[in-house]
């Protein structure tokens, strides 16, 4: 019966832990300050329940005691932005943007000879977004002498370890079309049955690096950029943060390059710099 009672005091590895006020405000500056994201009251379960677990594990008690690793620990801060990150992607999402570049965008370039075309995906989670340009490009440039370049970034290490890979299941291919699946990747064998790795040739096209787009230290980008893919990031930014990567992607990119925005995001009282010219797409003036 004592032990028994032990047991019942004792917390279950899944149970979530009690967050307080304090403590949700506390790590929500923490958050808006580090990388950003803006996280509502409407996501305050989301953050208990994603947090609890990791937290038991390594041995603590509260969130108290969690935040405060946190703001001394590098490794730990890392971790705590791939808990509360969310991903939701898939290959050709918004699929319109993707015909916009095949037939208005990149024809504009044809004119522009031996033309490298500069692509920057912002947010590219677990890599669909960047393959998706990727195979794109490849298909619009055909036999041109033209080339192109990617660099895909985010905040969340463990999804650009996924991008990174390349290997999707069936289910995450199922946008694919045939024609595409046969020729940017190869089916695997074996114990590899039912995977799906992107072929290296499109692969070693795309740089991936962590980039926190909020940070006050540059962006590793030399050459100016031709299209900015930064699609449902604005959404989880106050105003201010909005204003402050606009303002920044503005100087990433060349004179008429585009930044590609969600479907639920838009650009307003900057009329002197971007032109809307198609559903979700700025054009730099």
């Not at 969310?86 to 570049?101: A, D, I, P, Q, Y």
């Not at 080339?147 to 463990?158: F, G, Q, R, W």
């Amino acid at each position: 019966m004592f032990l028994l009672k032990i047991m019942r005091r004792l917390p279950m590895e899944n149970e979530n832990l009690s967050l307080s006020n304090e403590e949700f405000q506390k790590l929500r500056s923490f958050v808006l300050r580090s990388i950003g994201v803006n996280l509502s009251d409407a996501k305050r379960a989301l953050v208990i329940s994603r947090l609890s677990k990791h937290i038991r594990k390594k041995g603590l008690h509260s969130f108290t005691q969690y935040i405060n690793i946190v703001e001394q620990n590098e490794q730990e801060k890392e971790k705590l932005f791939n808990l509360i990150t969310t991903n939701v992607t898939n290959f050709f999402r918004e699929v319109h943007h993707f015909h916009f570049l095949t037939n208005e965008f990149i024809p504009s370039l044809m004119t522009k000879q031996g033309k490298v075309v500069r692509v920057w995906s912002a947010a590219c989670s677990s890599g669909e977004e960047p393959y998706s340009i990727a195979m794109t490009l490849e298909s619009a440039l055909g036999k041109t002498n033209m080339d192109y370049k990617i660099l895909a970034s985010d905040v969340n290490t463990e999804m650009l370890q996924k991008a990174k890979a390349g290997i999707y299941r069936h289910e995450e291919v199922k946008g694919i079309s045939y024609d595409h699946l046969k020729t940017f990747f190869k089916l695997g064998q074996g114990e590899n049955k039912g995977l799906f790795k992107i072929k290296e040739n499109v692969q070693k096209k795309i740089v991936f690096q962590r980039i926190n787009l909020v940070g006050n230290e540059r962006y590793p980008i030399k050459n100016k950029l031709d299209i900015i893919f930064c699609r449902n990031v604005f959404i989880y930014f106050s105003k201010e943060t909005q204003k402050y990567l606009l303002d920044r992607f503005y100087e990433q990119l060349s004179p008429g390059g585009i930044l590609i925005l969600g479907h639920s995001e838009s650009i307003a009282n900057h009329p002197n710099k971007w032109r809307l010219i198609h559903k979700t797409i700025y054009k730099k003036i």
